[in-house]
Every structure is written in structure tokens, then in C-alpha cells.
């Protein structure tokens, strides 16, 4: 692994010092495995990491982590009522915990940020995206993370993974075989169409495998960054 320079100042777009990375994928995919080794080799070489879930991380946040995952006897839940609880946790923890700690110049790492909207209210739910992305901009001041790592698992393997966890499936999980593969679609068509912010990993190898590929891509963005500085 390469060093990473602590704390170099960053002025790229002009919107914070610090560094936001975002993990995406479908449930399953190691995002959570992924985000704390990442953490902690981002540590190693000095940085500060805060590291954040969606929906969740403030009071209003895990709240409606409750809402959206519990089920409720079959009841449906509006898709457009999902979407704007999430994008409301969204705004919450953006405002308290993220920008706060951009602006002093650590390195944020989100498991799961806006891409989730996009992929499992857009692309499962089937939800308007230029309106998710305007609600984005109107509501989060339109912050994208500087680089975004899609953790890609087939869905046999994501559902491998959940058996042998043996925990009950939430109310997003226990959607339709289909609405997961439409979201898996759907994070594989962001990335086509972004692929200078988000980087796609094949997430079904062992976890010091995909560790090092991610580590890779960190690094090489971060350098792109200071090089963009310069
Ligand atoms: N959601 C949404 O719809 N819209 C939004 O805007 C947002 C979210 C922000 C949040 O669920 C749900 O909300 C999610 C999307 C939706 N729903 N779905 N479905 P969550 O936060 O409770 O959980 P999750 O994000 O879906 O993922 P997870 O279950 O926590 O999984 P993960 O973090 O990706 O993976 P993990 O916990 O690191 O690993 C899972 C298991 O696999 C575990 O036993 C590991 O030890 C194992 N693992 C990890 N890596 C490997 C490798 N490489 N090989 C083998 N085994 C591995």
C-alpha cells in the first residue's frame, strides 16, 4: 500500500479541505467490511476518518433508519414517501456530520450516500432520476463524494452472504428477487455514466482482495486531487 499525505490542503470545486468517499452497493456486497478497513489503513497514515452509515448517524437519522427498515404488517410504504425519508436523513447527517468534517479537512467515508437514492428508489422503485437528482440538489446542495466505490456482487452471491448471516431480512430486503436485480442495474448504469467519480470493484473475492483494489483507487484520487491542486 502507498502512503497517503495527511491533512494536504484541497480546494477542488472550492467546496472543503477534506476528502468525501462514498461505498455503494447491494446489501451484502462488504460495504460495511470495507469502510472500516479502509478506515483504519486511512488512519494509519494520519488522517482523521469519520465514517458514516445512511440512513442513519443522528438522532433524526437513526430514527428513520427504524422507519424505513422495520416492516409494518404489510402496509406499503409510498415510494415517494421512501425516497423522501431517506433524502431527509440524507440532509441531517450531511449538515451535522459531514460537511462539518470535510470543512476541517478529514476524510469521510459514507456507507451508502445519494447513488442509493438513485439506484434503489430510482432504478427498484422506478422513481423519476432527473426529480431524485433535483431533490438532491435543492435539499443536499447538490454535494457528490469525490470518489465513489461500487461494490459489485452478483445478486446469488448477496443473497449467500444473507443466509449465512442467519438474521431476518428488513423490510428492503425482503422486496422482490426483481426489485434487487433492478437495482443492481441501475448502480451498474450510474457507473457507466460516471466513471471518472465512481470506481466499480468485484466485490465476490476475498476481503483483503477487494481491500487492496480499493486502497488502489483511494490512492489514485487522491493523488489526481493534489495533482489538480497543483
Ligand atoms: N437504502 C435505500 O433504499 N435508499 C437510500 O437512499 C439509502 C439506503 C441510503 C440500508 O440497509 C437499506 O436502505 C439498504 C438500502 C436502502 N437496503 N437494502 N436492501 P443497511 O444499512 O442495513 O444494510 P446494507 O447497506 O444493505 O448492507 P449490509 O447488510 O450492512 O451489508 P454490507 O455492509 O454491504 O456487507 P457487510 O456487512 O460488510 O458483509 C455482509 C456479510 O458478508 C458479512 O457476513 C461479512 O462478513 C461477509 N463478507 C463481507 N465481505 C466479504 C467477502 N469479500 N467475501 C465473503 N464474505 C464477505
Not at 462488504?30 to 443522528?58: S, Y
Amino acid at each position: 500500500m502507498t502512503s497517503l499525505e495527511a491533512g494536504a490542503p484541497r480546494a477542488v470545486g472550492g467546496h472543503w479541505p477534506g476528502f468525501f468517499i462514498s461505498f455503494e452497493g447491494v446489501d451484502g456486497a462488504g460495504k460495511t467490511t470495507q469502510v472500516a478497513a479502509l478506515g483504519m489503513a486511512l488512519r494509519h497514515d494520519g488522517h482523521e476518518v469519520i465514517a458514516v452509515r445512511e440512513p442513519g448517524d443522528t438522532a433524526l437519522g437513526e430514527l428513520a433508519r427504524s422507519l424505513l427498515l422495520a416492516e409494518y404488517g404489510g402496509e406499503p410504504i409510498d415510494p415517494w414517501a421512501e425516497a423522501l425519508v431517506f433524502i431527509a436523513a440524507r440532509a441531517q447527517l450531511l449538515r451535522q456530520v459531514v460537511l462539518p468534517a470535510l470543512e476541517r479537512g478529514a476524510v469521510v467515508i459514507a456507507d451508502r450516500y445519494v447513488d442509493s437514492t438513485l439506484a434503489y428508489q430510482g432504478g427498484g422503485r422506478g422513481l423519476d432520476l432527473d426529480v431524485l437528482r433535483r431533490l438532491h440538489r435543492d435539499t443536499c446542495g447538490d454535494v457528490w463524494p469525490d470518489l465513489t466505490l461500487l461494490l459489485d456482487l452478483p445478486r446469488e452471491a448477496a443473497e449467500t452472504r444473507q443466509r449465512a448471516s442467519l438474521l431476518p431480512f428488513d423490510r428492503m430486503e425482503s422486496a422482490p428477487a426483481g426489485f434487487h436485480v433492478a437495482v443492481l442495474g441501475a448502480f451498474r448504469a450510474l457507473a457507466a455514466a460516471e466513471p471518472q467519480r465512481i470506481v466499480t470493484i468485484a466485490a465476490g473475492r476475498p476481503a483483503v482482495v477487494v481491500s487492496q483494489d480499493i486502497w488502489a483507487a483511494v490512492s489514485e484520487r487522491l493523488e489526481e486531487l493534489r495533482e489538480e491542486l497543483a
